[in-house]
């Protein structure tokens, strides 16, 4: 569903002081974007020299590399700042509203890209599917489906009723558009702030007339509204990047875990958002809990809203302090980044608006600004002080470093090994087709095709196997640990009852056998040695492919092909497992237990039931992490052979089409746009072969 709708935008992308912002803190980042600047004119270039079939792999290689979007997930608690980091970081002061609903599961993804051109579409939204919003409405979402496990009748009536009041409010503000709103998409031309209060923010409860709905108020879609993704032009910005906001993972129906854990799977970055009052409190342990899945040198932790302290110079060596026990009691690590800040500041420099701090900010700035004021400040304005007080010029390095570091130049040498493989089977294509009649190139050509066949579909074949053989080995490991963790529990909980009797409140999350942490990290591990496995053996099939391929190759046209250059592809990044990170049962504090507790009568009934209540808790984190991840990665794997088989194709291909030479011997002197093609060829190599090695 397409509205079009003329909105205007209420930022003026041109504000100088937003440019001379911006370029600090982004430096590494421009580098990257001019290198591949450099590679996308070289291909550009070497496609008009080669033939039709390699100009084909390096059209798709041109799509691919003007599509890569490295994409940066900042996590955190409702209320931490995230959305108005989020703004500043994009360079649009104050573009997303702060006022973002609780009842809602939204991901707001900021697809920021260089230039000035309007996009075709501005911005989108998707609506939950009718699958999602039953699963709600008849069970209440997880918490839903885990009260009715547990029996408990009193808090699974007091979601429904919370869920019946969510559903009418939306009916009033809908109509009759409510049912066929599910599962569609609203797109347009243009936004504004306006406009995004309508889809992503809380909105008042209030009447509406069901044939003449208003269709400009506050919140009017919001609590239907699964994703939003909008597409905005920086001038500043040096490369292409998606900011995804992610909602806070500590709302009542356990929807926003959800869609935050499928948005760090599709990340490299991720930020971690914590309020300098509140820095990692007991509240944040769902958020421990995701981040312990992931690498910790893709993490950042920032720490906002320091200009909400009294004495940021002497609070907040005191939440650093705090905040790195606390990673190094629940993840056993010591090296995340932590970084501090003030969204706040940031988007009032940028806007221009320094002058319009309160005073408790405006006295928290100064006082961070006498210990942080750096010898080069006094040639600074104003402006660009507070910006650099702010911490988003620390953010936005830390940010580019990783993004380029672990993203960006592991995509760039892959393209750039590629278009290599094409550069040089295009020289001995030129070879071949002056020396067509050396007896050791002479090979059918048919026989030739079916052998680059079935060396593909063997290859593929074979890779899909090995694959398949290693994910059998971690489903049956993965199915083990939770038996043992299922058992062991169980058994800890009747050992309680005979010494302690059923009188006495069990604390489960107390017991060692009873942590779900113990669970998690032997699925932790196992997804690990699954990993590494794939990653292994995929490179020992891509590289057994690229030998097949080179034999084929020097059978069909002998040593005239022995200069072309088959890089070996790079295996896939395993995807971290942030479904492991997931609610369940047994992370809910020892007052829901208790609760429990009290609804169960006889020891062995109790037993019974906490082992059917741990198996069906844990069933759907098991399916994700066994099936749906994994069917991922194998696909992942097999799909990067496939486009180096096609790529080979096509290589073949040129090599098969180049005409004999029989038109005597003035053929074997260049022409001028012969030498001017080859020039070119050897010139887009000396660009290429650095980057590839």
């Not at 270039?45 to 599509?67: F, I, T, Y």
Request: with cysteine.
């Amino acid at each position: 569903m397409k509205i079009d709708t003329r909105i205007t935008r209420a930022i003026d992308q041109g504000n100088g002081m937003r440019a001379e912002c911006l370029t600090s803190g982004l430096e590494h980042l421009a580098e990257f974007a001019d290198r591949v600047e450099t590679v996308e004119q070289t291909l550009d270039e070497l496609a008009g020299v080669v033939g039709d079939s390699n100009a084909k792999s390096l059209q798709r290689l041109r799509k691919q590399l003007a599509e890569f979007e490295p994409s940066v997930t900042l996590l955190g608690q409702v209320k931490s700042g995230k959305t108005a980091l989020v703004s500043a970081l994009a360079g649009w002061p104050d573009l997303l509203p702060s006022d973002v609903n609780p009842w809602t599961s939204v991901v707001t993804s900021l697809h920021v890209r260089p230039g000035t051109e309007h996009p075709e579409i501005a911005a989108r939204f998707r609506f939950v599917s009718e699958e999602e919003w039953d699963r709600l409405i008849l069970k209440g979402g997880r918490i839903g489906e885990l009260a009715g496990r547990a029996g408990a009748e009193s808090d699974l009536k007091r979601i429904q009723s919370q869920i019946e009041h969510m559903r009418e409010k939306s009916r009033r503000r809908l109509g009759r558009q409510f049912e066929l709103l599910m599962g569609q998409t609203h797109e347009y031309e243009h936004f504004d702030k306006n406009l995004l209060e309508r889809y992503i923010c809380l909105g008042d409860d209030f009447e509406v007339d069901a044939e003449h709905h208003d269709e400009t108020v506050q919140g009017q879609f919001a609590d239907i509204t699964r994703s939003a993704d909008l597409y905005l032009n920086s001038p500043t910005l040096p490369f292409r990047m998606c900011l995804r906001d992610t909602p806070g993972v500590n709302d009542t129906f356990m929807m926003r875990e959800q869609v935050t854990i499928g948005a760090i799977r599709e990340s490299k970055v991720c930020v971690v958002v914590l309020s300098a009052s509140q820095a990692l409190t007991t509240v944040d342990m769902g958020l421990i809990r995701l981040i312990s899945n992931i690498d910790t040198r893709e993490i950042i932790i920032f720490v906002n809203r320091i200009d909400e302290l009294t004495n940021p110079v002497s609070q907040i060596p005191e939440i650093e302090a705090s905040v790195r026990e606390t990673l190094r009691t629940h993840l056993e690590v010591d090296d995340v980044e932590v970084l501090f800040g003030s969204a706040y500041w940031a988007n009032k420099a940028l806007a221009g608006e320094i002058d319009a701090l309160g005073d408790k900010s405006a006295t928290a700035l100064l006082n961070w600004a006498e210990f942080s004021i750096e010898p080069d400040f006094d040639t600074r304005t104003p402006q660009e002080m507070v910006w650099e007080l702010s911490g988003l010029p620390a953010l936005l390095r830390s940010i580019s470093s990783r993004v380029v570091d672990k993203v960006g130049e592991r995509f760039l040498q892959k393209t750039a090994m590629s278009a290599m493989n094409v550069a040089t089977a295009q020289q001995a294509a030129n070879t071949v087709q002056i020396d067509a009649n050396d007896p050791s190139s002479s090979c059918d050509r048919q026989d030739l095709k079916l052998e680059f066949e079935r060396v593909f579909q063997l290859n593929l074949r074979a890779l899909e196997n090995e694959i398949e053989a290693i994910l059998s080995d971690f489903r049956d490991r993965a199915d083990r640990a939770h038996a043992t963790f299922v058992t062991t529990a169980s058994q800890s909980l009747v050992k309680q009852l005979e010494r302690y009797g059923s009188e006495t409140f069990w604390e489960c999350n107390v017991l060692r056998e009873c942590n779900p942490e113990s669970l998690r990290i032997l699925l932790r591990s196992a997804y690990r040695v699954m990993g590494t496995r794939i990653q292994s053996t995929a490179k020992a099939r891509y590289e057994t492919a690229v030998s097949e391929i080179a034999h084929l190759l020097h059978a069909g046209f002998g040593d005239v092909v022995e200069g072309i250059q088959i890089g070996v592809p790079n295996p896939a990044d395993i995807p971290p497992p942030a479904m492991l990170g997931q609610t369940i049962a047994l992370d809910f504090n020892d007052s829901w237990w208790a609760s429990w507790w009290r609804r169960m009568r006889g020891q062995r009934a109790m037993a019974n039931h906490f082992e059917k209540l741990i198996t069906s808790e844990t069933q759907d984190l098991m399916g994700q992490l066994k099936f749906e991840q994994t069917e991922a990665i194998k696909t992942d794997a097999a799909n990067i052979l496939r486009a180096f088989l096609d790529e080979q194709r096509d290589i073949l291909m040129e090599l098969m089409t180049r005409p004999s030479n029989t038109s005597g011997v003035q053929d074997l002197f260049l022409t001028e746009t012969e030498v001017a093609k080859r020039t070119t060829i050897e010139k887009s190599l000396s660009v290429f072969q650095p980057i590839a090695a």
